[in-house]
């Protein structure tokens, strides 16, 4: 560590360790009063104006160098100890400031971030018929100040840590006192100080770090753009984790019932939030379940299916030189791909190359007798409620895939066994050291109250012991 503090030692130090950075920016200012300052910067994290307008220009106008230390207009100014964290307040957009007066060392940093920064937006991700517009942005302070607008109570907790060897990124833990667990709070604390990472880009670089599963095929961690559904997951009892640089905030712990809910539930009546949720349920049984049903009782229980819908699908798969397994893999495989094709594309070319790809293609099987209908209507059924529950859809496909094969070897009999054992694999699950089926396995009644039935007026008044164990 640089052991010379003097306003010269720290000169020649700061030139050093920026000596090929040719945005480093250090001025040397000659006070009236006799006094030399220094104000060093990083072009580009600093916003200039407010540099030469509340730094500068007070110290200039400045007649008695006694009173030096409280000529910059700032409300918050901050001295440092030591030429490290002179140069880390530089790298975190701070101006520093330094200067000997009367044989003592001055070192200051006032926050002069610069503004210049995406305005707050809807996200494209969670859009909303009706309910706030507000989304997150890429500033970690922007989006704990969205917070606190959402929560007007001394109680809303903010406490910061930065995580990354080579490039340290801000993280804030936003949680708020009384309500949210203690044992909750220094689990993510513990975890965060051992991540062992260069820099966070994103949060998602520290998602799978808190979360209780090192590679969890059902997330464990929820994450949100929208201040609104944030505030309401820090009333519920959650802990907010807010990542500098990602407009995506991390939450915890993260249930699965969360999942089947929409912050819209709580703007609707309660009778169409109940009706959306069963449909919700249904969707991604749907989604799971249906091809793994269909082959089963194609290939094993012809019996069940009724003799009409039978003989239709029998006609259906003449010349068709696929087994039913082989055209249901085939049909899902290719949605994936065209899914994968409409993300990756630009928003205007990937919705027409979606829509294109699977009208012409599902056509042109059917015409060339290498799928039947009923097998493209199942696969289309079920890729479609994939998407009926976005936070878990990246993990259905999966799941999907695994039925199928479960149903295909042992038939109905597999179907049952893969589905107690999914059951059961939820059931074992946890995040934050919560049951992860909480208010279902345990049974929370309070939790209850907002859980596949919706009860807003109850439930808001019992969201702080949702997440308690009774």
Do not use: W
């Not at 600093?46 to 500068?56: A, L, N, P, Q």
């Not at 140069?87 to 101006?95: E, I, K, Q, R, T």
């Not at 068709?320 to 899902?332: G, K, M």
Request: proline share 6%; glycine share 6%; with cysteine.
């Amino acid at each position: 560590m640089q052991k010379d503090l003097t306003s010269n030692g720290l000169c020649l130090y700061l030139k050093d360790k920026f000596s090929a950075s040719c945005d480093f920016a250090l001025r040397k200012i000659d006070l009236p009063c006799g006094v030399r300052v220094y104000a060093a910067s990083i072009i580009g994290l600093c916003d200039k104006e407010y540099i030469s307008e509340f730094v500068i220009e007070p110290l200039f106008e400045l007649d008695d160098k006694k009173y030096l230390p409280d000529a910059v207009f700032a409300s918050s100014l901050l001295r440092l100890e030591d030429a490290e964290k002179a140069v880390s307040s530089l790298l975190f957009g701070n101006v520093v400031i330094f200067f000997d007066l009367d044989g003592q060392n001055f070192i200051f940093a006032t926050d002069a971030r610069s503004k210049n920064a995406r305005s707050i937006s809807e996200p494209e991700g969670e859009v909303v018929i009706r309910g706030p517009r507000e989304g997150f942005v890429e500033s970690a302070v922007l989006n704990v100040a969205l917070l606190r607008k959402r929560l007007v109570t001394e109680r809303l907790c903010v406490e910061k840590t930065t995580v990354g060897y080579i490039s340290p990124t801000e993280v804030y833990i936003v949680y708020l006192d009384g309500i949210a667990d203690k044992k909750v709070i220094e689990r993510i604390k513990q975890r965060l100080s051992k991540i062992d990472i260069p820099t966070v880009i994103d949060s998602g670089y520290i998602e799978h770090t808190l979360g209780d599963s090192r590679y969890p095929l059902f997330p464990d961690v929820g994450n949100s753009e929208k201040p609104d559904k944030v505030a309401a997951k820090l009333v519920g009892g959650r802990v907010a984790v807010v990542c500098d640089g990602s407009p995506c905030v991390l939450t915890l712990p993260y249930f699965f019932v969360e999942s089947l809910q929409s912050a819209e539930d709580y703007l609707k009546s309660p009778y169409y939030a109940t009706f959306l949720r069963i449909l919700r349920v249904l969707g991604t049984l749907i989604a799971v379940f249906l091809p793994g049903i269909y082959i089963a009782l194609l290939q094993f229980d012809v019996s069940a299916i009724p003799h009409t819908l039978y003989m239709t699908i029998t006609e259906a798969r003449n010349d068709i030189p696929f087994t039913p397994f082989t055209e249901l893999v085939v049909l899902l495989f290719v949605f994936e791909i065209i899914r994968e094709v409409g993300v990756r594309m630009p928003r205007a070319v990937g919705d027409a190359v979606s829509i294109v790809a699977g009208i012409i293609l599902g056509d042109a099987a059917i015409k060339a007798g290498i799928a039947s209908a009923p097998v493209i209507m199942v696969a289309a059924l079920s890729a479609t409620c994939n998407f009926i529950d976005p936070p878990i859809m990246n993990a259905l496909p999966l799941i999907r895939l695994s039925n199928l094969v479960f149903a295909r070897i042992f038939g109905l009999f597999g179907v049952a066994f893969f589905m107690l054992a999914l059951a059961a694999a939820l059931c074992v699950k946890t995040s934050g050291g919560k049951p992860y089926l909480l208010p279902f396995a345990p049974t929370v009644p309070k939790g209850l109250l907002d859980g596949i039935v919706a009860v807003p007026d109850i439930a808001l008044k019992h969201a702080p012991d949702e997440t308690e164990e009774k």
